[in-house]
């Protein structure tokens, strides 16, 4: 029986549970299947981060981005910047050569400011994580630390389209369509918990 620590040993599990020598090779692709899975479904505090830059007109986002939660200013107050679509950015700000931003865009690896920054503005955003993905050299996250499970039969759902296919599919399926759930449901409660602490805190001064 084989516990799953690390990415050798989700190979060797996944091979084990497939019981099909032919399609051992494909176990990295079934990993890799499942973690895309992961990153659209999950919603958890630990794939969420933060990162500070000094403004500039165009910043390249985080190599691990995989959704914005919140940009500001670091000034006093801070300021929220307001979103805007690229075309939008270049429109409305074209004719304003440097100021104190006020609105961000999005593209493909950029952030887009407007106006383009008029000083070393600190710039911090909070954005979800995409997962590190598992190789042999990069060999573990937090993922398969807690939820090994999950990784395993989100693999194995993918080992179906090499062939892989029996009676316990849809058992699989309704487990980790369960095991997302849970996952997400016990990230929101940790952010209720936080919230929960903080205005008590808040009352407790008062």
Not at 48 to 64: K, R
């Amino acid at each position: 029986m084989t516990r799953i620590t690390d990415y050798d040993s989700l190979v060797t599990a996944i091979v084990d549970r497939m019981n099909d020598a032919a399609l051992s090779d494909y176990a990295p692709e079934f990993i890799q299947m499942a973690e895309a899975m992961f990153n659209r479904r999950l919603g958890n505090l630990e794939m969420e981060g933060t990162a500070t830059n000094t403004a500039t007109a165009s910043m390249a986002l985080p190599t691990d981005f995989g959704a914005m939660k919140s940009i500001y200013l670091d000034t006093d107050p801070r300021q929220p910047l307001a979103p805007m679509t690229a075309a939008q950015i270049r429109h409305y700000w074209a004719a304003q050569t440097t100021g104190k931003p006020v609105n961000y865009a999005l593209t493909s690896n950029e952030i887009l400011l407007g106006p383009a920054p008029d000083d070393a503005y600190d710039v911090i955003i909070t954005y979800v994580r995409t997962l590190e993905a598992l190789t042999d050299i990069n060999t573990t996250n937090w993922l398969l630390e807690k939820h090994p499970d999950l990784y395993l039969y989100g693999s194995l759902i993918h080992a179906e389209f090499r062939g892989w296919n029996d009676d316990r599919l849809p058992l699989l399926n309704n487990a980790v369509e369960g095991m997302i759930a849970e996952i997400n449901i016990s990230g929101n409660r940790m952010r209720t918990a936080t919230g929960l602490r903080m205005r008590s805190s808040a009352m407790e001064r008062i």
